[in-house]
């Protein structure tokens, strides 16, 4: 627990003092990767879930879900589950990511498929899809992010319900304005989202460990219900 608890300060100054860094630095050692998918995989989970539920995003039951830059695979499980067993597809480009979704959905009994894939290679995604960017615009390139976001945006207009996700803060976010006006302008919402939380004993152990406090979870949400509407 130490040395995960090591790995997890670590991680945790990293998102907050170099953001744009902090997805590469939390798969540079094996401490770091277990910290961040013991600690902020489940707290991305949980987040996740509630906006979906808060958004009614779940209704009606999406077709599938296509997690861009998926992780752990925890922002398309969520939705997954939250919307009764809806098939979801996670690809990133990192090799432990793509091992540790095929993990998430195994345990969590999810109906889910992860490969090795980039954004960019993407087709547009038919009707009753729902795709999910969760905590990954603001790890890409400026030039990767801006392209992500217009495809988004044209998706969306496509009848694509899209749902992306990231950190409250402003200082860590100075491109959200653009994103926000996109996703308005083909009939979508931004919201900022604070749910209290009582965390399960082993998140607590490890939110005590680096001094943090999550009595809620905080995030902000661009979401575009596509042809749901």
Same mark, same amino acid.
């Given at each position: 627990?130490?040395?995960?608890?090591?790995?997890?300060?670590?991680?945790?100054?990293?998102?907050?003092?170099?953001?744009?860094?902090? =997805?590469?630095?939390?798969?540079?050692?094996?401490?770091? +990767?277990?910290?961040?998918?013991?600690?902020?995989?489940?707290?991305?989970?949980?987040?996740?879930? %509630?906006?979906?539920?808060?958004?009614? $995003?779940?209704?009606?039951?999406?077709?599938?879900? %296509?997690? !861009?830059?998926?992780?752990?695979?925890?922002?398309?499980?969520?939705?997954?589950?939250?919307?009764?067993?809806?098939?979801?597809?996670?690809?990133?480009?990192?090799?432990?990511?793509?091992?540790?979704?095929?993990?998430?959905?195994?345990?969590?009994?999810?109906?889910?498929?992860?490969?090795?894939?980039?954004?960019?290679? /993407?087709?547009?995604?038919?009707?009753?899809?729902?795709?999910?960017?969760?905590?990954?615009?603001?790890?890409?390139?400026?030039?990767? +992010?801006?392209? %992500?976001?217009?495809?988004?945006?044209?998706?969306?207009?496509?009848?694509? +319900?899209?749902?992306?996700?990231?950190?409250?803060?402003?200082? /860590?976010?100075?491109?959200?304005?653009?994103?926000?006006?996109? !996703?308005?302008?083909?009939?979508?919402?931004?919201?900022?989202?604070?749910?209290?939380?009582?965390?399960?004993? $082993? /998140? +607590?152990?490890?939110?005590?460990?680096?001094?943090?406090?999550?009595?809620? /979870?905080?995030?902000?949400? =661009?979401?575009?219900?596509?042809?749901?509407?």
């Amino acid at each position: 627990m130490s040395d995960v608890a090591r790995a997890l300060r670590a991680l945790s100054s990293a998102y907050v003092e170099r953001r744009d860094a902090a =997805l590469h630095s939390a798969l540079d050692s094996a401490g770091k +990767r277990a910290a961040f998918a013991l600690f902020y995989s489940p707290l991305h989970f949980l987040t996740t879930y %509630l906006i979906v539920r808060a958004l009614d $995003a779940h209704i009606p039951r999406p077709r599938s879900i %296509l997690d !861009i830059g998926c992780g752990t695979g925890a922002a398309g499980a969520a939705w997954a589950i939250a919307s009764d067993g809806t098939p979801v597809v996670g690809i990133d480009r990192h090799p432990w990511a793509v091992a540790e979704a095929k993990w998430t959905y195994r345990t969590l009994g999810v109906d889910g498929r992860a490969h090795r894939s980039d954004a960019a290679r /993407l087709s547009a995604p038919r009707p009753g899809t729902a795709i999910v960017a969760g905590y990954v615009l603001n790890e890409l390139p400026p030039a990767a +992010r801006e392209r %992500l976001q217009e495809r988004l945006g044209e998706w969306a207009e496509r009848g694509v +319900r899209v749902l992306v996700v990231e950190p409250v803060a402003r200082r /860590l976010t100075p491109w959200w304005p653009s994103a926000e006006a996109r !996703i308005r302008s083909v009939g979508g919402r931004a919201d900022e989202w604070r749910f209290p939380v009582d965390l399960p004993p $082993a /998140l +607590r152990l490890l939110d005590k460990a680096t001094s943090l406090n999550h009595s809620e /979870l905080t995030a902000r949400s =661009l979401y575009c219900p596509g042809a749901t509407s």
